[in-house]
């Protein structure tokens, strides 16, 4: 029972943590900030599969699969915003180009 209780803990703790670095970061910065953090969320998705992997009842296995699923949707997401991201800086005569030779 204990264990249920640390890993509560350190949730929380990072939950907190987490919201104040993050609430202290210019706007203008979210974005790039979380492209570089991409990696994050692909580990987020390993701990979920890893903890779906160790259920041993029905709950555990479903709550499992949904961590799972909404890591995979962040870790796709981060990437999706980066893309976008990229696309805000390139020039437009490369598009121009890139249109002509296509």
Same mark, same amino acid.
């Given at each position: 029972?204990?264990?249920?209780?640390?890993?509560?803990? $350190?949730?929380?703790?990072?939950?907190?943590?987490?919201?104040? $670095?993050?609430?202290?970061?210019?706007?203008?910065?979210?974005?790039?900030?979380?492209?570089?953090?991409?990696? $994050?969320?692909?580990?987020?998705?390993?701990?979920?599969?890893?903890?779906?992997?160790?259920?041993?009842?029905?709950?555990?296995?479903?709550?499992?699969?949904?961590?799972?699923?909404?890591?995979?949707?962040?870790?796709?997401?981060?990437?999706?915003?980066?893309?976008?991201?990229?696309?805000?800086?390139?020039?437009?005569?490369?598009?121009?180009?890139?249109?002509?030779?296509?």
């Amino acid at each position: 029972m204990m264990e249920g209780f640390v890993a509560l803990y $350190i949730f929380m703790l990072a939950a907190v943590t987490g919201y104040e $670095i993050i609430s202290k970061v210019p706007v203008i910065l979210h974005t790039p900030l979380m492209s570089g953090s991409n990696f $994050i969320h692909g580990i987020v998705l390993v701990g979920a599969m890893v903890a779906m992997g160790h259920a041993e009842t029905t709950t555990q296995t479903v709550i499992g699969f949904i961590a799972v699923v909404l890591a995979a949707g962040n870790a796709v997401g981060g990437y999706v915003v980066t893309e976008r991201m990229l696309e805000m800086f390139k020039s437009s005569n490369s598009n121009n180009k890139d249109k002509k030779e296509g």
